[in-house]
């Protein structure tokens, strides 16, 4: 069974550097919420930036790979053998949410999408994005689900 | 330009695709809206869910590996193969195309941010965000109120 995509990251992070990374969540969304209503604005378009760690580890693979077969071509050819590794660890990831390089980058706080979209919609409920959904008078509309996803997608 | 996380991956994917995926999200939230019970089992769905950047990485990383193999054991031409997906691999993450998207698009594979807008939204529907609403309380449990509320998965 492979794990679920959004969770598996943090399914394979050491538990203290979870709390850790939701304490560093916490800490910057408690800075932007005390913000100006526009610089709010601001740190939600921040978080749309924001680099996940799954983005961060691709282009680490990208690189390492590209450097990995330059130097089999070369140098010498068993650095091949290298970028097979590294190839063989980024199946393992996309599969697993494990590689060599999850743990370090995890201790360097980068977040996963899931991590980043908890402080972005916090920041987006503090808005009143979603003032005008939750109102239990109108469940059973239809029209509520549409108006709360153009809610959730408002940048 | 280095194009932003969120947005990446639609800014390379043809309107009529992006419009059939943003149709398809509303068709189910109007539908959730008036199932407001079986919200939960949808979420769990969502974080299950494999998003474009994990299909993009198990191909690329099978192409790769396919192209060292051939290149290790057959002719060292096809070490061009490797070198031409791992630099793909980085246009992607740096731009957002890729020469797959359109492919995995129509398959309907969906990006982190459009399936935490489809979460989101749920959540909204459900009623997570109501304790948030403006002119309710004020300050500073307000803030952690929100912070709660937008937790992405359930424990």
Redesign the interface.
């Known amino acids: 069974m492979l794990p679920?995509?959004?969770?598996r990251v943090q399914a394979k992070t050491a538990e203290p550097i979870n709390v850790e990374i939701d304490h560093v969540t916490?800490g910057s969304?408690?800075r932007r919420?005390?913000a100006r209503p526009e610089d709010i604005d601001d740190g939600i378009r921040q978080l749309?930036?924001?680099?996940?760690i799954?983005?961060t580890l691709?282009?680490n693979?990208?690189?390492v790979?590209?450097i990995g077969?330059a130097l089999?071509?070369f140098v010498d050819r068993r650095w091949?053998l290298f970028?097979?590794a590294a190839?063989?660890f980024?199946?393992q990831?996309?599969?697993q949410g494990w590689c060599p390089p999850v743990p370090i980058f995890r201790r360097l706080k980068y977040r996963t999408?899931?991590?980043i979209?908890?402080?972005r919609?916090?920041?987006?409920?503090?808005r009143?994005d979603?003032?005008d959904?939750?109102t239990?008078g109108s469940?059973?509309?239809?029209?509520?689900?549409?108006q709360?996803?153009r809610?959730?997608?408002r940048a | 330009m280095v194009a932003?996380?969120?947005?990446r991956v639609p800014e390379h994917t043809s309107p009529a695709v992006n419009a059939r995926l943003q149709s398809e999200?509303?068709a189910?939230?109007?539908?959730?809206?008036?199932h407001?019970h079986e919200i939960e089992q949808r979420l769990r769905e969502?974080?299950?869910?494999?998003?474009v950047?994990?299909a993009i990485?198990?191909e690329?990383?099978?192409t790769?590996?396919l192209g060292?193999?051939l290149?290790?054991a057959v002719d060292?031409r096809w070490?061009l193969l490797?070198?031409f997906a791992?630099?793909m691999?980085?246009l992607?993450?740096?731009n957002g195309a890729y020469p797959l998207l359109s492919l995995f698009r129509r398959l309907g594979l969906r990006t982190?941010?459009e399936?935490?807008?489809?979460?989101?939204?749920?959540k909204?529907?459900r009623?997570?965000?109501?304790r948030?609403?403006?002119g309710g309380q004020a300050g500073e449990s307000?803030?952690w109120e929100?912070?709660e509320?937008?937790?992405?998965?359930a424990p």
């Open positions: 679920n995509t959004a969770t916490a969304f408690a919420a005390v749309e930036q924001e680099w996940d799954e983005r691709q282009a693979f990208a690189i790979n590209l077969i089999g071509a091949y970028s097979a190839t063989g980024m199946v990831h996309a599969l999408a899931s991590e979209n908890h402080e919609f916090a920041l987006k409920a503090l009143g979603f003032d959904i939750g239990s469940q059973g509309n239809p029209n509520r689900g549409q709360a996803l809610a959730a997608q | 932003s996380t969120v947005r999200a509303e189910r939230l109007a539908y959730y809206a008036v407001p969502l974080d299950a869910e494999w998003d950047e994990r990485e198990t690329a990383a099978s790769i590996l060292l193999g290149g290790w060292r070490f490797p070198v791992s630099a691999l980085l992607h993450n740096l982190q941010g399936i935490a807008a489809e979460r989101y939204a749920l909204a529907l009623g997570d965000f109501e948030v609403r403006k307000r803030l929100a912070f509320a937008a937790r992405p998965h």
